[in-house]
């Protein structure tokens, strides 16, 4: 019951459906040497509304350019990229991270909790995205 109450609060998020299965086979592949991430990931997954057209232009898909306000104070800007292609320096987000996994579907506006992987609690707000 109280995971359904957590998830009740989630945002909605929409993926297209190409992402959605190439993501569920990464976060599956991924549960034995990154549990916590490939099953947050995975979780985000089964929430999702896939679909195959008609995304909205401004919900964060793979290869989105994101820029949100961390609750830190600060804001940020990222692109949310599969794992061979991150680099933290030049501002490129794997989505097998805990930050990455939280920004997949979400669209501007909308702001989600997620934590880290010290398991420390954040939020973030999605301001503009990309594609």
Same mark, same amino acid.
């Not at 949100?68 to 292609?85: Q, S």
């Not at 490129?92 to 909308?110: E, K, Y």
């Given at each position: ?15 297209? $459906? =190409? ?7 990464? +976060?599956?592949? %991924?549960?034995?040497? #990154? @549990?916590?991430? $490939? =099953? ?7 929430? +999702?509304?896939? %679909?195959?057209?008609? #995304? @909205? ?75």
């Amino acid at each position: 019951m109280a995971d359904t109450a957590n998830r009740n609060k989630l945002p909605p998020i929409v993926i297209n $459906a =190409e992402d959605h299965a190439r993501l569920t086979a990464l +976060a599956t592949s %991924a549960l034995d040497r #990154l @549990p916590d991430v $490939a =099953e947050a990931l995975l979780s985000e997954l089964e929430r +999702a509304r896939v %679909a195959a057209h008609d #995304l @909205p232009k401004d919900s964060v898909q793979m290869g989105s350019t994101v820029a949100f306000d961390a609750d830190n104070g600060f804001a940020k800007e990222v692109t949310l990229v599969y794992p061979g292609e991150a680099d933290i320096e030049a501002g490129r987000i794997s989505v097998l991270t805990p930050i990455g996994a939280a920004l997949i579907g979400l669209s501007v506006g909308q702001s989600i909790d997620w934590l880290d992987r010290a398991g420390k609690a954040h939020r973030m707000t999605i301001r503009s995205v990309a594609r």
